[in-house]
């Protein structure tokens, strides 16, 4: 099993921490950057084990027949992995293509 990412969901990686840190999420840039870090490592290395559902259709615009899985990070905050599965040489391959948490997600979950 591979865990991949799509060039849109490693530049929101890229531009998380700066966002989390400029909106005064956390206060030093080393926090932002480390939580953004643990997030990637989290859905990188547990996404196959995760229970995931099919989204809903108003995430095909990420993807036609995604499944999503999520990551709870503190009690305020889950973060929801969108992806499609395929397997490719008998290996099962997993591609994160959008990345959205309970507080902009939710209501369509």
Request: aromatic residues 22%; proline residues 4%.
């Amino acid at each position: 099993m591979r865990v991949l990412f799509s060039r849109q969901v490693r530049e929101f990686f890229d531009t998380l921490e700066i966002i989390l840190y400029e909106k005064g999420y956390f206060s030093f840039e080393d926090y932002a950057h480390k939580y953004a870090d643990e997030l990637f490592y989290d859905i990188k290395t547990n996404l196959p084990k995760r229970l995931h559902k099919p989204a809903p259709p108003y995430f095909d615009q990420y993807g036609k027949g995604l499944y999503y899985a999520s990551f709870r990070v503190n009690k305020q905050t889950e973060w929801y992995a969108f992806f499609s599965k395929y397997i490719e040489n008998g290996e099962i391959i997993y591609l994160v293509q959008h990345i959205e948490n309970n507080h902009t997600a939710a209501q369509y979950l």
